[in-house]
Each structure stands twice: as structure tokens, then as C-alpha cells.
């Protein structure tokens, strides 16, 4: 009997094992299932409106006087005298003094020039008074016929008022060399710099300064092949009528730490592209810079670096997009109706650092109303589901008020009301 026991045994464990083994799986528990929401990424949009844009194209350039000159001597001679306003930063009027040479040399030559004169016009009264005489000689001769020129001292005569006028010619070039000893202004401007001083030898040709007009100045500026289609450049033609209205710019430079403004207009372009840039190349000018201004800015100077802003044609009918919105290769991302993603691609007809200008007549171009989505998105699909706030407010609360019903019994009259 224990030997069947033992026999059975084992065969009754792995019985019962199966056997609870199967219950098991017949009765395993199920397993509680939850519903997970997608999580939608919350972007900000902005609704497109169709306006105007005032096209401002940004350039730069280094101030220039409208006039240089280097003052040189005519005549050689030691400095005597140089005036207050001849310093390098000295404003001068047009024909005042700056330079004066020693002309007692000249003056003197004035004096000799001048006794050369009353000599040649002694010689000359003395041939014409031998042409007249040799001709009555040779009529008392009763010789008959026209008389030679040597009978007339023609070319003795020709020969005394030629030394007469070269005598008054010297007279009038050392009257010149007197002039020429002092050294005015030729216009009114400002000294750039001072190369000699009082006690100075100078020969023709020496550098005495370097000067500038102050009537206006005058600054290079290269424009944009793309942008400058939207400026009115005071273009020149042979056989046209020059321009008179050009653009007006707004120049910007930094004086003694504080940012200072100046207006100025176009007034031509150059006639040659930017050799290493291949632009077009536009002047501005200021006119009066070194007057006093009320807000006691320091007047321009030669060679400051100024910013730019170039007033053009305005473009009307135009989307203005955020350059922050923009992804490469022109792309923007619409928000659609059912709050999905949308990727376009448009052609700007302008751009700042800032913005982008599109056109709504473009093929490429949103419709008005359309939702721009102002959030970066690395990787933006087309039809993604988003969560949208859409100038300022969330697309939940505008569903919300348009579904919200409408209280019909405040909007009766009180004897439209119904009775209780």
C-alpha cells in the first residue's frame, strides 16, 4: 500500500499542479485600461490683415566734404602773417585772408616793371617822330611811288610798341605776384589741416593746408540691387531733364554718447557699380552740418561712419510677417480652421532683420484671415494637430463663445417677456 502511495504521489502533484496551473489562466484578472489624451503643443498665431508698408532701405557710408582743396603758393616767398581762423578745425568766409608772403620782392619788381614802361614809351615816341621825319625827307627827294618800310621805320616803330606792351605786361604780372603774396579763401569752409606757419619759406607748389567746404556735405551710400527698385533715384540723362524730387534719408551717427540724427536727401547716383561689391552706389546730402543745432549736437565730421535709412515707395496691399516665423527657404506655417499645421512657402517682395513683406496679389501669398504661427516648431508636419493662441486669446475660449447660447430672455422687451 505505501508502495503505491509513493507510486501516485508524485502523478496527483503535477495533477493538481496542472490542473491549478489552467485555472489560472481561465481566471486570470483583467487589466485595467486608461484613455490617454494626445498632448497638443500650445502655439501663438496671429491672424494676417492686409496693409501698407513704408519701405525704408538701410545703407552706410563716411562723411564727405562737398569740396577739398590743398592751398598752394603762386609765388615763393616767407610767411608774414597767418590768420586766426587758419588752424586746423578754423571756420573762414569766402575771400578772407589766410596766408600772407613777405611782397617787398614783388613790389619792388612792381617799381622796375614800371620804369621799363615810361622807357619803352620814350623809345616809342622816338621812332615815330624818325618815321615822320624820314618821310618828309623822301617826299623833299620828290621821289615818287609808295615809300619802303625802311623809308616809313615801320618795323623800327613795330619794334618799340612791342617792347612798350611786353613792358606793361610785366607791369601788370608783377602787380599779380603782389596779389599773389596774400592767399585768400576761395569759398567759405573749414581748415582740415595746417602744413606752415609764420616764418616759412615757400615755393610755388609747397602744401600750406588742406581745407573743405561747409555748405554741405556728402555721403556715399551703396544700395541693394533687390531693394533699390523700391527708391525714387534722382537718375541723371544726357537729354532729360534733371530730377527734382529725390528721397529724403534719415542719417544716425553717435556724438559725445548720444544718438543724433540728421535729414538729408539723394541728390544723385554715381554712374559706375562698386568694383568689388557690384552695387549702386547713391549720394546723400546734408546741407548747413556745422551750424548750430537746437539740441546742441556737435557738428558732423569729415570722415564719420553714419547709418543710414533710405525713404521709398510704400508698398500697399502687403502681409507683414515676423522674421522670427519664417523658416528656411521662405517658409511660413499656417494654423488652419480645424487647428492643424499648414507649411507655405512665399516670395518677399521686402525684408528687414526684423520683417518680411509679402505681397497678397502673389500667387505664394496667404489669404487674408489666414493664421500665422509666430512659435518655432523644429519639426512641423503638415495636418499636426496644435493648440492655438490666436492673438492673444485661446482657441478653446473662442469655440466656447461661439457655442455659448444665447439669452433670448434678456434680449425681450419686458412686455415681450412671457408670463409666468
Request: proline share 8%; hydrophobic share 40%; charged share 25%.
Amino acid at each position: 500500500m505505501v508502495k503505491i502511495i509513493r507510486a501516485l504521489l508524485p502523478l496527483i502533484i503535477l495533477a493538481v499542479c496542472g490542473w491549478y496551473g489552467w485555472w489560472l489562466l481561465t481566471h486570470r484578472p483583467e487589466m485595467p485600461t486608461m484613455e490617454t489624451r494626445s498632448v497638443l503643443v500650445t502655439v501663438e498665431g496671429i491672424t494676417l490683415k492686409k496693409t501698407s508698408y513704408p519701405v525704408r532701405v538701410a545703407s552706410q557710408g563716411a562723411v564727405q566734404p562737398r569740396t577739398r582743396s590743398t592751398l598752394l603758393p603762386e609765388v615763393a616767398g616767407m610767411i608774414v602773417e597767418v590768420s586766426p581762423s587758419f588752424r586746423p578745425g578754423g571756420f573762414f568766409e569766402k575771400g578772407e585772408v589766410l596766408v600772407k608772403l613777405d611782397p617787398v620782392d614783388y613790389e619792388t619788381a612792381v617799381t622796375v616793371a614800371k620804369a621799363s614802361v615810361a622807357l619803352a614809351k620814350v623809345t616809342v615816341a622816338e621812332e615815330e617822330a624818325k618815321a615822320e621825319q624820314s618821310l618828309e625827307n623822301w617826299k623833299t627827294l620828290g621821289r615818287q611811288g609808295a615809300p619802303s618800310e625802311l623809308v616809313t621805320r615801320s618795323p623800327q616803330v613795330a619794334r618799340a610798341k612791342a617792347d612798350l606792351a611786353a613792358a606793361e605786361a610785366r607791369v601788370v604780372k608783377a602787380e599779380r605776384d603782389v596779389q599773389r603774396t596774400v592767399i585768400r579763401a576761395p569759398y567759405a569752409g573749414q581748415v582740415l589741416e595746417q602744413a606752415a606757419d609764420v616764418g616759412q619759406y615757400v615755393t610755388p607748389g609747397s602744401t600750406l593746408g588742406r581745407i573743405f567746404a561747409t555748405d554741405f556735405v556728402e555721403i556715399r551710400l551703396p544700395l541693394p540691387e533687390r531693394e533699390s527698385q523700391h527708391l525714387q533715384l534722382p537718375e541723371h540723362y544726357r537729354d532729360a531733364q534733371q530730377p527734382t524730387v529725390a528721397a529724403k534719408v534719415r542719417l544716425r551717427t553717435t556724438a559725445a554718447g548720444k544718438p543724433v540724427v540728421w535729414e538729408g536727401r539723394l541728390v544723385r547716383v554715381e554712374s559706375a557699380l562698386d568694383a568689388e561689391t557690384r552695387q549702386t552706389t547713391a549720394v546723400a546730402q546734408i546741407d548747413n552740418p556745422f551750424s548750430k543745432r537746437a539740441d546742441g549736437a556737435p557738428p558732423l565730421k569729415i570722415g564719420q561712419f553714419v547709418e543710414a535709412e533710405i525713404e521709398g515707395e510704400p508698398l500697399d496691399d502687403v502681409f507683414i510677417i515676423p522674421r522670427a516665423a519664417v523658416r528656411a527657404g521662405d517658409e511660413i506655417i499656417l494654423i488652419t480652421a480645424q487647428n492643424t499645421l499648414k507649411r507655405m512657402n512665399v516670395e518677399p517682395v521686402f525684408g528687414t532683420e526684423k520683417q518680411i513683406v509679402v505681397s497678397a496679389k502673389s500667387a505664394k501669398a496667404p489669404k487674408e484671415g489666414d493664421v500665422l504661427c509666430l512659435t518655432p516648431i523644429p519639426f512641423p508636419a503638415d495636418g499636426a494637430r496644435v493648440n492655438p493662441v490666436i492673438d492673444g486669446v485661446p482657441a478653446s475660449e473662442k469655440v466656447a463663445n461661439r457655442k455659448k447660447p444665447e439669452n433670448k430672455a434678456a434680449m425681450l422687451t419686458p412686455e415681450a417677456k412671457p408670463i409666468p
